[in-house]
């Protein structure tokens, strides 16, 4: 079982260094962002996963912060993103 | 292999299967808004399903209910972060995709 | 096995990704991708079996990095001088920085690796500490001069965080209109107050203590001031020195106190340590919230918002 995990874990790393293709091609800075939500996301999964193994409990401490404190930069992006406006050059798809 | 670890290993493979679905969405979707929808299912299913397996083999209720702590925050910040990304991207102009060749 | 194939593609996408953060000539597509990186460090320190160091980078990383560098971004032009260009004139600094990397390297590899440092020391007295957390007991007892030096370097941080941003103490940043922001807050504060609670109860015996959980209280903070009308705390308030003032005043106190009685600095009575680190590492979470919230200065006004020139 241990074995699954770590190798769950790596799977869910693949994925983050998969989601950097989507940060190069972006186009627009909210995919960009949407990827750092989802490396987020993913990033708790891995640290459950690794918080599985014994004396590792101290990781699900981090997950929970990590999922707690999301919304954070989410409010702050969106007030910048918002507040700076549109930007047709750079949203166009 | 028992068969309740074997039950907890489904669930775990299937939620790193949402995962996968939802990286495979942001990387082939085409705009913000379908990325978006990709983005929620890898916050609600895929790790909710990891949480659960990962719950139902901890042994312990603490262990259990972080577990499920961890996900309950991931999915309110999620159902908040989908709606205000979607409606900046709105305002900052991104057209959403009709499957239509823009003219 | 797999542990070191995960070690692997850490290692790749760190550099990976810090490269894509140099490389964007936009400074907004930069900050996103230094969020996204905060992230994957703190998945390497969770692999380089440093728990405390990978909760700070959570809760600092999530709750402020991102948004003290979105608030700085809607003070700036967007498009900076083409950075990139100018660089590839510059030989010297590329061969300048290969032999810092070169050098770095060279100490890192150059380290003993099987050196366990002060571990035993640390480990032999941990029962005389008053805490069962070997990082607590040398941040709070054996070196607690070092962190009460640090929370007064925070103090003076945050007088120069309000002088060299005067304008945060006269105006009220606008909050956002949109309903769902506000809810959002209100259902975050429960849990904000439970998690920081949780985190200063276990630091006495596992990762955890003031100054994360003070990280996570600001973090709640930034998104009230920026989904409620509650408006910048102000350096002239009382209420608000206070707060900056009591973790490291009580500090103090608990320093000074062991001298009375013929003993050392900061040398606690062994019966006592325990509640003492307990009480300090408690003030200390609000003084140290009250700091980082305090480098918060607020959004710049929507651009919609904003009069037609702009504010000097």
């Given at each position: 079982m ?23 091609r972006g186009?627009?800075l909210t995919?960009?962002f949407i990827?750092?939500q989802l ?16 004396g590792?409990?101290?990781?699900r401490?981090?997950a ?9 930069t989410v409010v ?16 166009r798809? | 292999?028992?068969l309740?670890?074997?039950v907890c290993?489904?669930f775990?493979?299937a939620g790193?299967f ?15 808004y379908?990325?978006?929808h990709?983005l929620t ?5 895929g790790l909710g399903l990891?949480?659960?397996g990962l ?10 209910l ?9 999915l ?5 972060t ?5 409606r ?6 991104a ?5 239509r060749?823009?003219? | 096995?797999?542990a070191?194939?995960?070690d692997?593609?850490l290692?790749l996408c760190?550099?990976l990704?810090a490269?894509?953060v140099?490389?964007t ?16 460090s703190a998945?390497a320190?969770?692999?380089l079996?440093a728990?405390d160091?990978?909760?700070?980078e ?10 003290l560098l ?6 700036t ?5 083409d950075?990139?260009?100018?660089a590839?004139?510059r030989?010297w600094?590329?061969?300048?920085m ?8 060279w ?7 099987d050196?366990?440092g002060?571990?035993?020391e640390v480990?032999?007295?941990?029962a ?10 040398v941040?709070?007892?054996?070196r607690?001069?070092?962190t ?7 103090l ?5 965080a ?5 304008r945060s103490?006269r105006?009220?940043?606008?909050p956002s ?10 259902m ?9 609670g949780?985190l ?10 003031a100054?994360?959980?003070g ?12 989904t ?12 608000v ?10 500090f103090i ?10 003993r050392?600095l900061?040398?606690y009575?062994?019966?006592q ?5 307990f ?6 979470t609000?003084?140290?919230a009250?700091?980082l ?5 607020g ?7 904003r ?6």
């Open positions: 241990p074995e699954l995990r770590m190798a769950l874990a790596f799977f869910l790393l693949l994925n983050i260094l998969a989601g950097l293709v989507r940060v190069v186009p627009t995919d960009r990827v750092a490396f987020g996301t993913t990033g708790v999964g891995v640290l459950v996963l690794l918080a599985a193994d014994p590792q409990a101290a990781l401490d981090v929970l912060v990590f999922a707690l404190l999301a919304p954070v702050a992006f969106v007030r910048f993103a918002v507040g700076s406006g549109p930007s047709p050059e750079q949203e798809r | 292999m028992s309740w670890d074997g290993a489904v775990m493979v790193a949402f995962c996968l679905a939802g990286t495979v969405g942001v990387l082939r979707f085409p705009d913000v379908c990325r978006l990709a299912k890898v916050d609600n299913l990891v949480v659960v719950a139902l083999q901890s042994g312990s209720w603490a262990t259990a972080e577990l499920l702590l961890v996900w309950l925050f991931v309110i910040s999620s159902a908040f989908c709606q205000l990304i979607a900046a991207a709105l305002r900052r102009g057209a959403p995709w009709t499957g060749r823009e003219p | 096995m797999t070191a194939l995960l692997a593609c290692a760190l550099p990704l490269w894509l140099l490389r000539e936009s400074l907004s597509q930069s900050v996103v991708l230094f969020v996204a990186m905060g992230l994957l998945l320190w969770a692999r079996d728990p160091i990978s909760l700070v959570a809760a600092v990383g999530t709750g402020l990095t991102g948004a979105m608030h700085t971004l809607s003070w032009d967007e498009r900076p001088p950075v990139a260009a100018r590839r004139h030989p600094a590329v061969v300048a290969a032999a810092l990397t070169g050098m770095l390297g100490a890192v590899l150059s380290l003993p690796s050196d366990p002060l571990t035993r480990d032999a007295h941990l005389e500490s008053g805490v069962e957390h070997p990082v607590t007991a941040l709070l007892n054996y607690g001069y070092d009460l030096l640090e929370i007064a370097v925070l003076v941080a945050v007088l120069g309000r002088a060299v941003n005067p103490e105006t009220t940043p606008e209109r949109d309903p769902l922001t506000g809810e959002l807050f209100r975050m504060t429960p849990a904000l107050l439970l998690v920081a949780y200063v109860w276990v630091g006495e015996h596992g990762p955890g203590g100054f994360q959980a990280a996570i209280l600001a973090g709640g903070g930034v998104v009230a001031l920026l409620t009308r509650l408006g910048t705390p102000r350096m002239s308030s009382w209420r020195r206070w707060a900056l003032l009591t973790g490291p005043l009580l106190g608990a320093a000074v106190a062991p001298l009375f009685s013929g050392a900061l040398e009575r062994e019966a340590a325990g509640t003492v680190i009480v300090v590492e408690l003030a200390l609000v003084s140290i009250m700091v919230w305090m480098f918060f200065p959004m710049r006004p929507a651009r919609a918002e009069s037609g020139k702009e504010p000097s």
